[in-house]
């Protein structure tokens, strides 16, 4: 699962509410994502991460959404299917936005 959050600090409170959305559905990997690259009170952050791993066997990735896409598309040899699957996934998606849905538009007409 992915959750983004948009210039918002993630925080424990973030990381307890997902938690909640998460325990509805099997997961193995949650991320937390955010466009603002800020972690408040990381020790205790990374302890509740440490207990959700332990309780549930999921692992929580909290960090910044840009310093993530950088790391993790770089490992890709070809960004097309990756590109391919979320256009498909923003078109299907019911939890996607109107909003969401028509900014995703207009960043992929800029080209």
């Given at each position: 699962m992915?959750?983004?959050?948009?210039?918002?600090?993630?925080?424990?409170?973030?990381?307890?509410?997902?938690?909640?959305?998460?325990?509805?559905?099997?997961?193995?990997?949650?991320?937390?994502?955010?466009?603002?690259?800020e972690i408040k009170d990381q020790s205790r952050v990374t302890a509740r991460l440490i207990e959700i791993r332990q309780q549930s066997g999921c692992q929580m990735i909290v960090n910044g959404l840009f310093e993530t896409l950088k790391?993790?598309?770089?490992?890709?040899?070809?960004?097309?299917?990756?590109?391919?699957?979320?256009?498909?996934?923003?078109?299907?998606?019911?939890?996607?936005?109107y909003e969401l849905k028509k900014q995703w538009d207009s960043i992929t007409k800029m080209n």
């Open positions: 992915v959750e983004v959050k948009h210039n918002i600090a993630l925080s424990l409170a973030l990381v307890n509410d997902s938690y909640e959305k998460m325990q509805k559905s099997i997961v193995g990997t949650y991320y937390l994502l955010s466009t603002k690259n790391y993790y598309l770089r490992l890709l040899q070809d960004t097309k299917y990756f590109i391919d699957s979320h256009v498909e996934l923003v078109e299907k998606d019911p939890a996607v936005s």
